[in-house]
């Protein structure tokens, strides 16, 4: 099953900085439209040993198929989860070592390869970076948090949906000639 997959932290560094949030939903595979609800793991309600085990339990770390990550620059969220684990004593989580769909790559194509500005703010209605995060959380306006996270998780379900209805046209003109392609050549 695909999942929306997204996590908010403390920081940039996961040795020193922790997760705040796991937040995750999945998505239809075709459409990319969402199948169930967001669920929003907050450390504030427990602790982020607890929000780490929970992910783990729906993540399904012995079934590739079962949590198909599906994220934007999930690299990000592949290194904290992995040393948060180890930091909590618990067995690190690859979400990176089977099925997943980062859009931030089609997100730099969109940009004509260009990294800077391929951001999901920059690309979506999106308002602002998460950055402000990390102050609202030192302020504890959780509720701030939280509506960030559902709009982020909006715009990004919009964009991959967008994606979805956009990439199998493309394919059919590549196919169909419309779009120049330059096939491998095939030595035998």
Known sequence: MNYYLDIETTGLDPLHSKIITIQYMELERNTGKPVGPLKILKEWESDEKTILKRFIEDFVPGNQWAFIPIGFNLQFEHKFLWQRCISNGLQPVDIL????????????????????????????????????????????????????????????????????????????????????????????
């Open 97 to 188: 070592n089977g099925p997943f769909l980062d859009l931030k790559t089609v997100a730099v194509l969109m940009n004509k390869g260009e990294f800077k500005g391929a951001s999901l703010h920059k690309m979506t209605n999106k308002p602002h970076s998460g950055a402000i995060v990390v102050q609202w959380y030192d302020e504890k306006k959780y509720a701030e948090i939280e509506s960030y996270i559902k709009t982020e998780a909006d715009e990004f379900v919009n964009f991959n949906v967008r994606l979805c209805e956009e990439m199998p046209p493309l394919l059919e003109r590549i196919e169909d000639g419309e779009v120049k392609v330059y096939k491998r050549r095939e030595d035998n």
